[in-house]
């Protein structure tokens, strides 16, 4: 079984924003795998949807715990699911990579990001596997300075379009990590 939860803010506010790139990726994986809607699971504190994939169940989830309480949902999931951390894939923005670039990594540090830090810290770990996605753009004209601000801020006409590419890679890398492996997903899109 895997866990494959897209960080984000929940909310129209927040819809589109640079923070919510796991929210985007998660929805386009449900798309590739032909998922059920999302169906909020108080429990959970997350819209979550299931499916198959050969024999192995997929649990896909975007938590509504808002990004710094992200751990809440996803560690409440594992303990009900009794997963590993190596079974708990996240997907989230990453403001140290370029805008467009993702990196698959089995582990590691949280670094700047909150949402990280936090399932890091409830998980007591932080070896489970992330897709991060970069969105660092703030040398284009107009967007703002402060990392506050420019990860709650929407994307440019120019971004979004580019946008729907990364996504798209993201999500069939994920497919193809659960077709075949980390480690395959890894030497093909990293």
Not at 82 to 99: A, G, H, S, Y
Not at 107 to 113: L, V
Request: some cysteine.
């Amino acid at each position: 079984m895997k866990l494959i939860v897209g960080l984000g803010n929940p909310g129209k506010e927040y819809e589109n924003t640079r923070h919510n790139v796991g929210f985007c990726a998660v929805d386009a994986i449900a798309d590739i795998l032909k998922c059920d809607e999302f169906q909020e699971k108080k429990k959970f504190k997350a819209l979550v949807t299931e499916t198959k994939l050969g024999e192995e169940k997929i649990i896909l989830s975007k938590p509504l715990t808002y990004m710094n309480l992200s751990g809440e949902a996803v560690v409440s999931m594992m303990n009900f699911y009794k997963l590993k951390p190596e079974d708990v894939w996240v997907i989230c923005d990453d403001l140290d990579f370029p805008f467009g670039v993702f990196k698959i990594r089995l582990k590691g540090g949280p670094g700047s990001h909150n949402g990280l830090k936090s399932i890091s810290m409830l998980l007591g770990s932080n070896d489970y596997p992330r897709f991060r996605i970069g969105i660092e753009s703030r040398g284009e004209a107009g967007t703002p300075k402060e990392a506050k601000d420019f990860v709650l801020g929407r994307f440019s006409k120019k971004e979004e379009k580019a946008l729907a590419k990364t996504i798209s890679n993201v999500s069939e890398s994920i497919v193809f990590a659960l077709e075949k492996s980390l480690g395959d997903a890894m030497n093909k899109y990293n």
